[in-house]
């Protein structure tokens, strides 16, 4: 056990994260829910208007205060699946809490079904409550098989702990840039109380706690039984889980754990568990999960959601996966993935159900799309992916729009349009037509004669400024002194980065690459397309 427990446990305390106390009051815009459809010309994906996030009105909201008020808000969110009886008590006596949600590290990112669990430690921290996020560098070495129909493919040790210190880095930025308040916020890995223990304390301390007869009775454990069998290895995970709760009581007098509508009954083997340690009576709570328009969990195994870190899925993407999910989700979304008051929520909804047009029903997934994004990003991120949009879907494209464009904007977009990359000499020398036919701006890529026919009636534009087959490209402005952006029509684009390396009389072929949003691969919601 001793060697179990040290090969799963090597990133420690150095992994351990606890706050300062800081800090900059949360941005959320939730003062006016739009009552009209939205005028600006700019269009989203799906071919609704979008504006600014900066031009919505803002006011920090009042947030549900310690009691019966925050029980109250998160029923009215639908945010509560199941409750221990001692819970409601818990909440009504009005006294701060300490709560904790777990986080497997089986990638290198959360996805956005993470963001439920995030959202809702966000909440209680936002009432005052301590909030702890534990990642589980010794679990996912054993596997949670709640909702897994087989085992889980093993995870190596190196693997594991990699996604362990990128999880506890990424949670920690989160929660820095989202604190509301001086309450205590807790990153903690579980690796760190596993990584000495041995066998024989393991059993004498914690392996008479718990009944072989509950154990077997769970429901997830009767479905792996009835099915393809279950592992003693994925079996003990519940145990595992249990531990967690004890030793969080223990350090932080844990008193609360919240997790998914599929991990109810791992909390309450860590009810009993800490009830038969200590006597005391502790809580737990689970959250409907996430799902589609035909009942389907969002989750990385299903294939329908997308990472929140950045590098994984951009802020432009995250951006469009939002607003091409199906408006029939919008109601739990709303609820469950923004701060927006339950009453402003149920008034949009209730005007897009007197009022189903394209617009009204659009502005649910603006909405949540841009309160998603500044919370896992930021309002900086939101307004380059909100940039991004307007160029790709918006009515406007001349140079007045292209100078306005951030140069995080352009390098936003080289990931989501064809890139290129050539010597500046080509700027020069090179033939604009040509140049033209080699990025293969023009669907189809067309011959000499039907790309200067797209010229002669205006539709080909370099950052903004109509081109003619006799335009010199030298001519044209470059945008911060290195881009081009071409256009033909509404749906050919291509961006060109001028570099000084290579600048001979040689034409480069260029770094091109498609966009995973032109390709079509990031994954839609359910059998929406992505916009």
Known sequence: ??????????????????????????????SNIPTDPPSAVDKGADGSAETSSSGQASSTPTAPQLGKDMLVD???????????????????????????????????????????????????HEAGHTIIALVGGATAMVGDPSDQTQD???????????????????????FEKNRRNSARIEVVNNADWYKDMNLLHFFAKYGSQLRVTTLLGREFVQARLNG????????????????????????????????????????????EMVRKLTGQSVHGLTLPLLTTPHGQKIAKSAGNSVWLDANKTTPFQLYQYIISLDHSCMDQY?????????????????????TPTKETTGMCQRLLAKEIVSLVHGEADLEVALAATAVLYGRTWNAKAA???????LEMLSKEVPFSRFPRLMRKRGDIVK???????????????????NFQTGKISCNGEVLSEVSELEDTEMLFGKYSFFRHGKRGMHLVEWTDAGSTDTEADGDTAKS??????????DDQQDK
């Not at 709303?334 to 007197?354: E, G, H, M, T, W």
Request: aromatic letters at 10%.
């Open 74 to 124: 998160l029923r009215d969110r639908g945010l509560c699946a199941t409750e221990s009886f001692e819970a409601q008590a818990t909440f009504l006596s009005g006294e701060p809490i300490v709560v904790y949600a777990g986080f497997d590290p089986t990638a290198d990112s959360l996805h956005i079904g993470h963001a439920l669990m995030l959202l809702t430690l966000l909440r209680f």
């Open 228 to 271: 393809s069998g279950l592992s003693y290895k994925e079996f003990s995970y519940q145990m595992f889980q249990a531990i967690d709760y004890a030793m969080l009581h223990d350090k932080y007098s844990c008193n609360l754990q919240i997790g998914g509508q599929d991990q109810w009954g791992n909390i309450l083997n860590g009810i």
């Open 152 to 174: 889980r493919v093993p995870l190596g040790q190196f693997e594991v702990e990699c996604n362990t210190h990128t999880l506890i880095k990424w949670i920690t930025d989160f």
């Open 435 to 453: 140049i033209v036919q080699k990025i293969k701006l023009c669907r189809g890529n067309p011959g000499l004669k039907h790309i200067i026919e």
């Open 403 to 409: 100078s306005q464009l951030s140069e995080e904007a």
């Open 516 to 525: 995973d949003h032109e390709e079509g691969k990031l994954p839609a919601a």
């Open 1 to 30: 056990m001793a060697h179990f427990c040290r090969r799963i446990a090597t990133l420690a305390t150095s992994m351990h994260r606890t706050f300062p106390a800081p800090l900059n009051n949360y941005r959320w815009n939730s």
């Open 334 to 354: 709303l609820n469950a993935l923004s701060f927006l008051p339950v009453k402003d929520i149920r008034q949009l909804l209730r005007k897009v159900r007197v």
